[in-house]
């Protein structure tokens, strides 16, 4: 099993509809989580970090299960402007980090 | 603002010719890091340093080196490159001696071997 998984997609997703995609990771160990966001041709930026009692952040919701290992992000009235690859980011308890190769979104108008 | 610059956007080299990627942070970090991302593959780590004049090896170093003689300096070196060095290098830089840190990416250099 990888260390990170994630549908590499790609979600074509209508504008103002609600999307959602999943990491699996393989390490129980694993200590923090992140979702970074990478435009086409760009570096990628911090999203949001996961909190174990799952986070919001507008639009975007983030959550934890670790009883099944893996992280979600929840996208809610969905912009043409959120179409991007969303990278999965683990941090495991030896501190290596572990990028996904992320899920292409394209919202669609 | 975080910044992280590097020196190129884009780069052409030949087969077997030395190459130097220079990253530049101006946050004070510890942590530096270079990784190459690949359609398919995503982001993998070549090396990473926590400190002046350290450096470990992440998850492909062959065929690279590093140097950190300042903090906020971090090279990547391509002793005698090949056609598959051609790829997207990022560099990132974080605060703290840990991964729990948000990364800060540059904007990337895109190199070409021919």
């Known amino acids: 099993r990888k260390e990170v998984e994630q549908d590499p997609g790609p979600f074509n997703v209508p504008e103002g509809a609600t999307v959602a995609f999943n990491c699996t990771y393989s390490?129980?160990?694993?200590?923090?989580f992140f979702w970074y966001r990478q435009d086409c041709r760009k570096e990628p930026k911090l999203l949001m970090s996961?909190?174990?009692s799952g986070n919001e952040d507008g639009r975007f919701t983030a959550q934890l299960n670790r009883a099944s290992q893996y992280i979600s992000l929840l996208i809610r009235d969905s912009k043409l402007s959120d179409s991007a690859t969303y990278l999965c980011?683990?941090?495991?308890?030896?501190?290596?980090?572990?990028f996904g190769k992320g899920t292409r979104l394209h919202i669609l108008p | 603002d975080v910044k992280v610059t590097q020196s190129s956007r884009y780069l052409v080299k030949r087969t077997g010719e030395k190459v130097f990627l220079e990253c530049v942070q101006d946050?004070?970090?510890?942590?530096m890091f270079w990784y190459r991302q690949d359609p398919g593959l995503g982001l993998r780590l070549i090396y990473f340093?926590?400190?002046?004049?350290?450096?470990e090896k992440g998850d492909i170093p062959e065929g690279y080196s590093v140097s950190r003689e300042k903090k906020e300096r971090f090279s990547l070196i391509l002793e005698s490159a090949s056609t598959n060095q051609t790829s997207m290098y990022l560099c990132?830089?974080?605060?703290?001696?840990?991964?729990?840190?948000?990364?800060?990416f540059g904007p990337g250099t895109r190199l070409t071997v021919l």
């Open positions: 996961v909190y174990s």
């Open positions: 980011v683990v941090t495991n308890r030896d501190d290596k980090i572990i």
């Open positions: 946050m004070d970090h510890e942590n």
């Open positions: 340093s926590y400190d002046v004049k350290m450096k």
């Open positions: 390490n129980s160990a694993s200590q923090s």
């Open positions: 990132a830089s974080s605060l703290l001696a840990s991964g729990y840190n948000e990364q800060f």
